[in-house]
């Protein structure tokens, strides 16, 4: 029996996409983690070559072909890259490309529940469709996130003209407010509660968010995934991310009871109160293996504030970036809106349509920035054949975002920035099927329609009040980005003067 097994391993293997080839014990990948890792380590920015992971793995494309295979320790690991593979695999085939991966760091942070990590089956697929269509109904029912956004904005523009005047010229990181203001309407969705920016509890748990994901993604806690057993060590930031982890979980699953204890089904308050009695609902339909549980929902939670929070920010603060670099564009912009709802008026969704200029310059900018590059890792869920190659069960895939983005096959002058490409002759917008920056498929991004809503409202709403641009006497920061969860713009800091 081994020996036919091991035999048709074997002969997959053969036919496996070309690409690198791969180091003992760590891979061919591991090669490019550990390095990266050791430099930051050691305080050089791991992208001083000016390349992100994405673009090195898209350079790789042209050596192996738009289809390839890396090892990450004994992982083996396909990367797609272009419009055409990446919609031929997760359209095209998504019954086969629609799992995730079962890696050791996941799958002991998220025991492969909740959304994000989940297996590709029912119980996904019934939890997806009920917090899609929760998501769906705060963008036009009673429970309307518009306000909150447009609430949280007025403490920002306040902030931001204080902090702005108190620089004496050196300008405003708005990296603080942004990712405050973004957290709320998350915290609107979920708690049904915004807070203060400078409230405490909602400082420790934004702290403690933002510090799991930092040892996740730039620390040694990147080997867990090679040798499983390091997340047990009693030291260092192994320790520090247990730590983290029951802090998070403590705080989340006082939240979850206290939505309990005053739940009035007659009024939800957000996504919890509607969770909760989804069970109920179930419970009292006889449901007996239900998947809706409160272990459920507290994974959907931080699902909801991982993906929602860092991909939203780290968009507004692209976006911003490029209005600095592009003074020209941001001024067409900023005639656009006066022209449709004047230097004083508020703006609301129903102005999308009235904006086509800001929506395409919006589009653009995610195009060129692509926040999540490699967007998450899938997984194949049975042994396929895929463009000439045998993709054996278990090979996680990486849809690169990135390559679709600049793929000249596609876009016309792909590096350059040009909002008018997503208008037609008539300065309509145009809808492109190659623009997939939140992904493509089954797994396509559950909260596209809420980040969409909230691009809008804060780009508008700060170009409105404002004109954006770098302090006197400092260099533009570089356009590469910092590869972390997401793809953020390098530190930047603006100055801004009041338009009205
Ligand atoms: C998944 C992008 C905002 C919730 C994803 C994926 C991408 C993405 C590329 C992976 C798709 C795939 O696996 O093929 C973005 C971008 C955002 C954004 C660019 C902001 C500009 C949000 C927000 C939420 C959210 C605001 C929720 C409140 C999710 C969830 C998934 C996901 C739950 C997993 C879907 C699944 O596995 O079924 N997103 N996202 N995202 N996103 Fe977003």
Redesign the pocket.
Known sequence: CYSVRSYRKRRELANIPPGPKPWPVVGSFGGFLVPSFIRRRFGQQADATGKNAAVLFTELSSVYGSVYSLFIGSQLVVVLNGYEVVREA?SNHPEVFSD?PATPAITIMTKRKG??FAPYGPV?RKQ?KFCHGT?RSFGFGKLSLEPCILQGLDTVKTELQRRSEESGGAGVDLAPLITNAVSNV?CS?ILGQRFHHEDREFGTMLGLMVRGLEICVNSAAVLINIFPLLYYFPFGVFKELRQVEGDMTVFLKRIIANHRETLDPDNPRDLTDMYLMEMSAQQAAGEEDSSFTEDYLFYIIG??FI??TD??TN?VLWILLYMVLYPDTQDKVQAEIDEVVGKHGVLSLADKGSLPFTEATIMEV?RLSV??PL??P?MVSKTTEFRGYTIPKGTVVL?N?WSVHRDPTVWDDPDSFNPARFLDDEGKLLRKECFI?????R??????Q??KM??FLTVTSLLQAFKFRLPEGIPPPPLHGRFGLTLAPCPYTVCVSLRR
């Open positions: 997760l995730r959304i994000v996904w997806r998501l998350i969705l699902d909801l993906a929602g991909t939203t968009s995610q926040v999540v967007s998450i899938h849809p975002l920056p939140f992904g493509i498929g797994r396509v991004c559950m909260g596209e809420l980040a909230e691009l």
